[in-house]
């Protein structure tokens, strides 16, 4: 893998998001090996509402960053049935020209209900890549709405996709996402759509001077661009070299993977906690008493959680 074969990358990553507790440490194992190959890539993630055309602008930004001498991996989250739990996992048909490219690795992952528009095992993917020898990693969100921002706290740089002719266009994307992107790319800037877009684009720049930047000496840019033309793409790969350029210089490159690192840990705590709550064989049955009684009224959610979590920690201690 650490030789660039992408049929053992595209192994160890189906290894490290199975979710077979027998193939957990081999898969914590492999990334213990991985870790000191990883790390030497810009990480940069994408959200936008369905629609925008994300992977078409993916793959136009794909083709001309592996022009550039460079070799991309998109780490594309599918959102997952909340009924059947299955995902169509379909973005390497949509990004066909840049799958066939060897320079090139595309991974769809099922979100599996994970929250935050990426799925659980996105930051050990991530890192498998960069260790397989790919130095731009981009991380493509389900984009379903404001709340698909985690990626943002495990990428060196977040760019948020608006389109033309959606209306009332400030309102669109809430202030919360627009505060945390690192730049601001409007798409589909062709045809009956061009002037919308620069309309667009420019009450956005002028929206922003009312923000906080989040990093102190950026400015964040309004690009256009257009996938279909491949106008303004090569734009986009500019200023995230310069974004890199002032992150490393500054000292906040190392300080936000830092501070990243430490997020992860405090999210693997959560999940790790609460998957060995559920598991936990004494703890089966008072748990669907307790969602019993919630459901009928009977007791509140509050005092149901923190009884049960009192019982954990005494059956915990006991053990």
């Not at 001498?69 to 997952?80: F, N």
Request: glycine fraction near 10%.
């Amino acid at each position: 893998m650490i030789g660039g074969q992408r049929r053992a990358l595209a192994r160890a990553i189906t290894l490290i998001e199975s979710s077979r507790a027998d193939d957990r440490p081999r898969a914590e194992a492999l990334l213990n090996r991985l870790m000191p190959h990883a790390g030497k890539s810009i990480r940069i993630g994408i959200s936008g509402a369905p629609g925008v055309g994300k992977s078409s602008f993916i793959e136009a930004f794909g083709l001309h960053v592996i022009g550039q001498g460079h070799k991309l991996a998109v780490l594309a989250v599918d959102p997952t049935s909340p009924r059947s739990g299955g995902s169509i996992l379909g973005d390497k048909t949509r990004m066909e020209e840049l799958a066939k490219d060897e320079r090139a690795f595309i991974r769809p992952s099922p979100s599996r209900g994970a929250l935050g528009g990426v799925a659980r095992r996105t930051r050990e993917a991530m890192l498998a890549c960069e260790a397989a020898g790919f130095d731009v990693i981009v991380i493509e969100t389900v984009g379903v709405g404001q709340s698909e921002i985690a990626v943002a706290d495990m990428v060196d740089m977040f760019l948020l996709l608006l389109a033309p002719g959606g209306g009332d266009e400030l309102q669109g994307i809430k202030r919360g996402i627009v505060e945390i992107a690192d730049a601001i790319i409007v798409t589909k800037c062709d045809g009956d759509l061009a002037k919308p877009a620069g309309r667009i684009a420019g009450d956005y720049r002028a929206a922003l001077h009312l923000l906080r930047p989040r990093v102190a000496d950026w400015a964040v840019p309004v690009l256009t661009c257009s996938a279909l033309e491949g106008k303004g793409i090569d734009a986009v790969w500019t200023s995230a070299s310069q974004y890199r350029t002032l992150m490393e210089s500054s000292g906040d490159f190392t300080a936000r993977r830092s501070a990243q690192a430490e997020s992860w840990l405090w999210s693997e705590l959560r999940e790790g906690l609460l998957e060995r709550f559920r598991d936990h064989p004494g703890m089966a049955a008072r748990l669907t008493a307790a969602e019993a009684e919630v459901r009928a009224g009977k007791r509140s959610p509050a005092v149901a959680a923190r009884t049960l979590l009192d019982e954990f920690a005494r059956k915990t201690r006991s053990k």
